[in-house]
T-cell receptor, first 113, second 114 residues
């Protein structure tokens, strides 16, 4: 089945630093999504990408849909303590009866004040 | 606007016991999903439903059963709990047309099987 390789697995950074994480796949996706999960909560959608090459921002977050449609990255600029959590990438191939999201294993972000 | 509500939030079971996890959504979504989340494994799909009265197996369906008798509810059952089913379970939903916008997740059920 389709799999997503998300890296790094974890990051320990200082407040104010920029963060970069990425996802790669051996398969093509039509949509890339990035989620954030805070402790004790379910994942919440941050950014959705729909076209190869698309670059989308949401505040201090920027994500890009790779040209090959097999990868995506997420950048967080000027990190703050509330950025702590697990970030998941997810790929979607819509159409058919299923259209299920495929999730990466997550990047755990820790921010030191 | 409650979104996706999961009950219970926490549960401890003895090996061999059975239980049902309830997921309810008030957004009139067609599609509903059950995931389990384990450390280092990300989110793995157990079962899903594309409409009332329909269910299908996901990546890790063994040991679980589901039912979608009403559009707003998706039940996950464990007939004979095993320690390997200790996990955090998440329900999610989306409208058919909303697949492009990702899923809405509940806040999870933490299950421990001893």
């Amino acid at each position: 089945g389709q799999q997503l390789n998300q890296s790094p697995q974890s990051m320990f950074i200082q407040e104010g630093e920029d963060v970069s994480m990425n996802c790669t796949s051996s398969s093509i996706f039509n949509t890339w999504l990035w989620y954030k999960q805070e402790p004790g909560e379910g994942p919440v959608l941050l950014i959705a990408l729909y076209k190869a090459g698309e670059l989308t921002s949401n505040g201090r977050l920027t994500a890009q849909f790779g040209i090959t449609r097999k990868d995506s990255f997420l950048n967080i600029s000027a990190s703050i303590p509330s950025d702590v959590g697990i970030y998941f990438c997810a790929g979607l191939n819509y159409g058919g009866s299923q259209g299920n999201l495929i999730f990466g294993k997550g990047t755990k972000l820790s921010v030191k004040p | 606007n409650a979104g996706v509500t999961q009950t219970p939030k926490f549960r401890v079971l003895k090996t061999g016991q059975s239980m049902t996890l309830l997921c309810a959504q008030d957004m009139n979504h067609e599609y509903m999903y059950w995931y389990r989340q384990d450390p280092g494994m990300g989110l793995r799909l157990i079962h899903y439903s594309v409409g009332e009265g329909t269910t299908a197996k996901g990546e890790v369906p063994d040991g679980y059963n589901v039912s979608r008798l009403k559009k707003q509810n998706f039940l996950l059952g464990l007939e004979s709990a095993a320690p390997s089913q200790t996990s955090v379970y998440f329900c999610a939903s989306t409208a058919r047309s909303g697949q492009l916008y990702g899923y809405t997740f509940g806040s999870g059920t933490r299950l421990t099987v001893v």
